[in-house]
């Protein structure tokens, strides 16, 4: 069945480091991608997107990089700050416009 | 509002009461998706309608959990019977009518406590 899930549970970061997030997934016909951010007592809002075409795609700060060979996704923040304190979550819709399913997400804590 | 809303924000429940929760989607998102999030995990889809019709309901955990959206903007979530385990975070997502799936606008979404 679809699985998509992430490596560690919680990641600590100085401020100014950069971050990465690791997700793997199980679904080798999934084709596209998308990272959330959840902050404490907020629902999670939409970062950055890809698709199996492509293996990296870069946003504001954020880059995310896809390798199909070994089912892995991972989201690097550069220059990480305070706000980037939250929970990360790797979804994949399981085909077409069907629900997206969540990984159980990393929570990253940065430290000032 | 600019986003989408949820109400009330918190609610406790005793065992066996019966609870609705509201979602008001932004105007013009005809997509509109219930997920449950359990603390310490990650969303899990209920149900999901395309204007006022339910597409997909096969994530609703029993027959305790029903939803509407009548007129294909304001979704209620309703849950009869209440029970500890379903003590969560019942999140609402709507999607704009061009965007795909994975473009999903979220609540705050409605905590819910059963005691």
């Known amino acids: 069945g679809e699985s998509v899930g992430l490596h560690l549970p919680t990641l600590s970061v100085q401020e100014g480091d950069n971050s990465i997030i690791n997700c793997a997934y199980s679904?080798?016909?999934?084709?596209?991608f998308i990272w959330y951010k959840q902050e404490s007592g907020k629902g999670p809002q939409f970062i950055i997107d890809?698709?199996?075409?492509?293996d990296k795609r870069q946003g504001q700060r954020v880059t995310v990089l896809l390798n199909k060979t070994v089912k892995h996704l991972s989201l690097q923040i550069a220059a990480t700050q305070p706000g980037d304190s939250a929970v990360y979550f790797c979804?994949?819709?399981?085909?077409?416009?069907?629900?997206?399913?969540f990984g159980k997400g990393t929570r990253l804590s940065v430290i000032a | 509002g600019a986003g989408v809303s949820q109400s009330p924000r918190y609610k406790v429940a005793k065992r066996g009461q019966d609870v609705a929760l509201r979602c008001d989607p932004i105007?013009?998102?005809?997509?509109l998706f219930w997920y449950q999030q359990a603390l310490g995990q990650g969303p899990e889809f209920l149900t999901y309608f395309q204007n006022e019709a339910q597409l997909d309901k096969s994530g609703l955990p029993s027959d305790r959990f029903f939803a509407e959206r009548p007129e294909g903007s304001v979704s209620t979530l309703k849950i009869q019977r209440t029970q500890q385990e379903d003590s969560a975070v019942y999140l609402c997502?709507?999607?704009?009518?061009?965007?795909?799936?994975?473009?999903?606008?979220f609540g705050p979404g409605t905590r819910l406590t059963v005691l």
């Open positions: 679904n080798s016909a999934s084709d596209y």
């Open positions: 890809i698709r199996s075409n492509m």
């Open positions: 979804a994949d819709p399981v085909s077409g416009n069907t629900p997206l399913v």
């Open positions: 105007s013009g998102h005809v997509s």
């Open positions: 997502a709507s999607i704009p009518p061009t965007a795909g799936v994975g473009e999903q606008f």
